[in-house]
């Protein structure tokens, strides 16, 4: 069964950091590029960023841009999400996904294949 798995969220006052990973079990991640999406209360799911199956590609949304990086390390079947500088805003439940199709760099959720169950960001003083 394949499975991915989000962990590292929690409560972080603004300005600190998290780092989150998407861990997937049933499947080799390396197969595919994963996204990580976002969803607030009462708003869409929207795109953070993505990561291509070898890590050599990466695209990120404006409001996060030189604040996260993503990265993978496919010997460890995971992916990461490093948020710094997180801000109010940032508070979410976060998910990755995984998609089976070539790297595109999309950032759109219905271009993702699997998905977790999704992790909460809080950040507030």
């Known amino acids: 069964q394949l499975q991915l798995v989000e962990s590292g969220g929690g409560l972080v006052q603004p300005g600190g950091s998290l780092r989150l990973s998407c861990a997937a079990s049933?499947?080799?991640?390396?197969?595919?590029?994963i996204g990580w999406f976002r969803q607030a209360p009462g708003k869409e799911r929207e795109g953070v960023s993505c990561?291509?199956?070898?890590?050599?590609?990466?695209n990120y949304a404006e409001p996060v841009k030189g604040r996260f990086t993503i990265s993978r390390d496919n010997a460890k079947n995971t992916v990461y999400l490093q948020m710094n500088s997180l801000k109010p805003e940032d508070t979410a439940v976060y998910y990755c996904?995984?998609?089976?199709?070539?790297?595109?760099?999309?950032?759109?959720?219905?271009?993702?294949?699997?998905w977790g169950q999704g992790t909460q960001v809080t950040v507030s003083s």
């Open positions: 996904a995984a998609d089976a199709h070539p790297y595109s760099g999309s950032l759109r959720a219905n271009a993702y294949d699997y």
């Open positions: 049933g499947f080799t991640l390396d197969n595919y590029a």
């Open positions: 990561i291509s199956r070898g890590g050599g590609g990466t």
